[in-house]
């Protein structure tokens, strides 16, 4: 995104331009600098897509869900995080991640950190869990005040509890200001947040080997307070012996990087287009 700063510098260069040609020279610098100054119909390139924000889950103190052969959420999710930000940079994206090693970061730093960055998308990268061991699958999340279906409210309510019952409750109640303030502009976002949703799910679906859970809204206060489109992916389920092998394994781990990476480029392709003014083909439901 960065719009602001880059219709500041527009700005700034016109004004600067107009100054020197009228002020210093007394001529148009278009005529001193072929092609140069505030030719009428000049306007600024559009908006585009450039800064994504990955959030590994957990950190530190907060290992996450645990699996049955010793795997922590922790690990997991920090590890494909930094794969799929080396991915998205040779892609020439700048991606800022809202941590780079096993350290806690609350869910006021992810926050800030997100918002500071002006980014395009936010990707927070998690693992599932359940207590049926037979459970399994991908799943991805965008924000909603209220969840599809029980289990759904259930994979939020694991996930909150990562930023302590204060910060959650702060958030949905204690201060009713910023959960309002986070629904809209979880709203303000929602097209966006769940057509990248959907293609996530849709390619790791496709790529991977796991089962496809699909994609469903939930309450996540990670979510709440970004000020761009935002999902939270659920790579498998660290419960279940078969996901917790594929996301330790190398294959199984790069084909969810792979699926992600190709999600943000389609979204990528999709959001410039669509600030080109050029027509986005419609996207297929799945
Ligand atoms: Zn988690």
């Known amino acids: 995104m960065r719009l602001r700063s880059r219709i500041d510098t527009c700005w700034l260069v016109g004004f600067v331009g107009l100054l020197v040609s009228t002020t210093l020279f007394a001529l148009?610098?278009?005529?001193?600098?072929?092609?140069?100054?505030?030719?009428?119909?000049?306007?600024?390139?559009?908006?585009?897509?450039?800064?994504?924000?990955?959030?590994?889950?957990?950190?530190?103190?907060?290992?996450?869900?645990r699996g049955p052969g010793g795997s922590l959420e922790k690990e997991v999710v920090l590890g494909i995080s930094k794969q799929l930000a080396a991915a998205l940079r040779k892609r020439d994206l700048q991606v800022v991640m809202t941590r780079t090693d096993d350290s806690f970061v609350s869910l006021e730093q992810r926050t800030h950190i997100a918002n500071d960055a002006r980014a395009d998308l936010f990707i927070s990268i998690h693992t599932?869990?359940?207590?049926?061991?037979?459970?399994?699958?991908?799943?991805?999340?965008?924000?909603?005040?209220?969840?599809?279906?029980?289990?759904a409210a259930r994979v939020a309510e694991r996930e909150n509890e990562s930023f302590g019952t204060a910060a959650a409750i702060g958030?949905?109640?204690?201060?009713?200001?910023?959960?309002?303030?986070?629904?809209?502009?979880?709203?303000?976002?929602?097209?966006?947040?769940?057509?990248?949703?959907r293609m996530a799910q849709a390619y790791l679906a496709s790529l991977t080997a796991m089962e496809s859970r699909g994609v469903k809204q939930a309450p996540f206060v990670v979510l709440a307070g970004v000020q761009m489109p935002a999902s939270l992916v659920?790579?498998?389920?660290?419960?279940?012996?078969?996901?917790?092998?594929?996301?330790?394994?190398?294959?199984?781990?790069?084909?969810?990087?792979?699926?992600?990476?190709?999600?943000?480029?389609?979204?990528q392709r999709r959001y410039d287009a669509r600030h080109d003014g050029r027509v986005v083909p419609a996207q297929p439901r799945r």
């Open 28 to 65: 148009p610098l278009s005529v001193l600098i072929p092609g140069a100054g505030p030719a009428r119909g000049d306007t600024c390139p559009p908006d585009r897509f450039d800064v994504v924000v990955i959030d590994a889950g957990h950190g530190g103190e907060d290992e996450g869900a």
């Open 128 to 151: 599932n869990a359940a207590r049926n061991a037979k459970i399994h699958g991908v799943e991805t999340f965008f924000m909603s005040l209220s969840a599809t279906d029980d289990a």
């Open 171 to 197: 958030v949905a109640a204690k201060d009713p200001l910023v959960g309002i303030l986070g629904d809209l502009i979880a709203t303000e976002h929602l097209h966006e947040s769940q057509e990248f949703a």
């Open 234 to 267: 659920e790579i498998g389920f660290i419960t279940h012996s078969g996901d917790e092998k594929s996301l330790r394994s190398k294959k199984g781990r790069r084909a969810i990087v792979v699926a992600l990476e190709k999600a943000v480029a389609e979204f």
